[in-house]
């Protein structure tokens, strides 16, 4: 499922949970779900982006 996402739609999601959080539009009862989500989406984020830099670095590298 992470694979199947783009950074640029975890990215989005993420923000959004955020936002909801930051307003306190979140109800108790799906607090740890939203949380759990965010963490994944990290964890996404993350993934995609140290990928990236290391395709960079190869690209960069057989220059």
């Known amino acids: ?3 199947k996402i783009t950074y ?3 990215f989005d999601e993420l923000q959004t949970i ?3 959080l930051e307003k306190g539009d979140v109800a108790v009862d799906e607090l740890a779900d939203k949380i759990k ?3 994944l989406l990290i964890e996404v984020c993350r993934a995609k982006l140290t990928a990236t830099e290391d395709e960079v670095k190869r690209i ?3 220059l």
């Open 37 to 39: 989500r965010a963490s």
């Open 1 to 3: 499922m992470a694979d």
């Open 18 to 20: 955020i936002s909801h």
């Open 8 to 10: 640029t739609e975890a």
């Open 60 to 62: 960069i590298d057989q």
